[in-house]
């Protein structure tokens, strides 16, 4: 069973960065693609924000976040990364992290897509100000 435990989330000012963390447990971390999602209040989907590979060599982003936010992962500590920065009111949610089902597929993850594998986790609010 994955566990996965998000963090970093805060209150900040429109054009100031927050990075958030999410470590995950339960299976080989380095051998999965993770993600990052978010959902804004009064609606029921996550929306994809950025993945990345197993082997940390392919990235992919939405649209919206491309160029303000980097997505890194750290196998040694089971941990993916969300460095957002430039923030936008537009960007307000609850953040969730995510790992993709399929044990290292090939290609990048802009062809093979994300399907999330395990149960959502309590995510983290990211809140900005204008």
């Known amino acids: 069973q994955v566990q996965l435990v998000e963090s970093g989330g805060g209150l900040v000012q429109a054009g100031e960065s927050l990075r958030l963390s999410c470590r995950a447990s339960?299976?080989?971390?380095?051998?999965?693609?993770m993600g990052w999602f978010r959902q804004t209040p009064g609606t029921e989907e996550r929306e994809f924000v950025a993945a990345i590979s197993w082997s940390g060599g392919s990235t992919y982003y939405e649209n919206s976040v491309k160029g303000r936010f980097t997505i890194s992962r750290d196998n040694a500590k089971n941990t993916v990364y969300l460095q957002m920065n430039s923030l936008r009111v537009e960007d307000t949610a609850v953040y969730y992290c995510?790992?993709?089902?399929?044990?290292?597929?090939?290609?990048?993850?802009?062809?093979?897509?994300?399907?999330?594998?395990?149960?959502w986790g309590q995510g983290t609010q990211v809140t900005v100000s204008s």
């Open positions: 995510n790992q993709d089902s399929r044990h290292e597929p090939p290609g990048a993850i802009a062809t093979l897509g994300f399907i999330p594998f395990a149960s």
């Open positions: 339960g299976r080989t971390f380095s051998s999965y693609n």
